[in-house]
């Protein structure tokens, strides 16, 4: 048997929702989420405990001279705005290995 919901039971007014429990909750976890985990716990991938500075940074220098070499080898079979977005793509890589190049030589001299 179907039930059917009386005019009573449909009747919602602004006072019956800003006094409901449910209703505020709702709004609650739409309107203010709750923070993002720490993003060092939601992250997959962690450096090695113990790992210095000048090693991390060795290191993700090394990371994006691979990532500028794909991106170079990549753009090679592409043409026109896809090959510079490619390239745009490299620069940007390189010009962080840059900087990483020089954060390791400035701890060193420290």
Known sequence: MKQTLSEKDLTLDNESLS???????ALDFY???SPPADSAQASWLVPREGLD???TAEHATELLRWAAATAHESANGLQGTQRDQ???VAHMVNTARTVFEHLSVTQQRS
């Not at 006094?19 to 909750?25: I, K, M, W």
Request: charged share 25%.
């Open 19 to 25: 006094n409901s429990d449910a209703a505020r909750r």
């Open 31 to 33: 309107l203010n989420p």
């Open 53 to 55: 500075q000048t090693r």
């Open 86 to 88: 490619v390239l745009a």
